[in-house]
T-cell receptor, first 113, second 114 residues
Framework: DAKTTQPTSMDCAEGRAANLPCNHSTISGNEYVYWYRQIHSQGPQYIIHGLKNNETNEMASLIITEDRKSSTLILPHATLRDTAVYYCIVRVDSGGSNYKLTFGKGTLLTVNP | GAGVSQSPSNKVTEKGKDVELRCDPI?????LYWYRQSLGQGLEFLIY????????KSGLPSDRFSAERTGGSVSTLTIQRTQQEDSAVYLC????????????FGQGTRLTVV
């Protein structure tokens, strides 16, 4: 699976949009971009995933550049409960071989009051 | 239950003892994964199951680690002759299948070897 690069940490003011970048310059055509987050002392939580189109759900939006070499996770109105480590993962969707999510170091997002 | 359940939530054991960690996946999920997270570290993949089969065990740190799954449901991760470096949070996740689906994680078992 392709490697990802994320900033180590970011800060965001409560109520403002949090924009978390991820570089995946070696991504292949059949690799999806997944985002998970891990709140302190909890298991990781799925947020969103996409292939090449932008995606939106009740938690966040995912913007993927046209060349697919980078993406941005957007939390439109960050709250204190969004403080967590956010993981960007690229994952092959080819059936039997994409059995694992490979987590990197992620970005520690701190939402400040 | 509604989510992935792991037990115990905390386990303190003496070095050299065996421990067994349990994972109850979401009903109907055929894929099950075990990860380990040491203090301040990222998630380390250990093993996955598709049904009761574990096609890839290469992530298990040593031969002291083993896992099984029965009835396509409950899975147990066993660590024999525990060492202090085994201390970590052991996380279990399940998904509908191993393809392009989201994985749901449990809260983990915090293992402390003293």
């Amino acid at each position: 699976d392709a490697k990802t690069t994320q900033p180590t940490s970011m800060d965001c003011a409560e109520g403002r949009a949090a924009n978390l970048p991820c570089n995946h310059s070696t991504i292949s055509g059949n690799e999806y971009v997944y985002w998970y987050r891990q709140i302190h002392s909890q298991g990781p939580q799925y947020i969103i995933h996409g292939l090449k189109n932008n995606e939106t759900n009740e938690m966040a939006s995912l913007i993927i550049t046209e060349d697919r070499k980078s993406s941005t996770l957007i939390l439109p109105h960050a709250t204190l409960r969004d403080t967590a480590v956010y993981y960007c993962i690229v994952r092959v969707d080819s059936g039997g071989s994409n059995y694992k999510l490979t987590f990197g170091k992620g970005t520690l997002l701190t939402v400040n009051p | 239950g509604a989510g992935v359940s792991q037990s115990p939530s905390n386990k303190v054991t003496e070095k050299g003892k065996d421990v067994e960690l349990r994972c109850d996946p979401i009903s109907g999920h055929t894929a099950l994964y075990w990860y380990r997270q040491s203090l301040g570290q990222g998630l380390e993949f250990l093993i996955y199951f598709q049904g009761n089969s574990a096609p890839d065990k290469s992530g298990l740190p040593s031969d002291r680690f083993s896992a099984e799954r029965t009835g396509g449901s409950v899975s147990t991760l066993t660590i024999q002759r525990t060492q202090q470096e085994d201390s970590a949070v052991y996380l279990c996740a399940s998904s509908l299948w191993t393809g392009n689906t989201e994985a749901f994680f449990g809260q983990g078992t915090r293992l402390t070897v003293v």
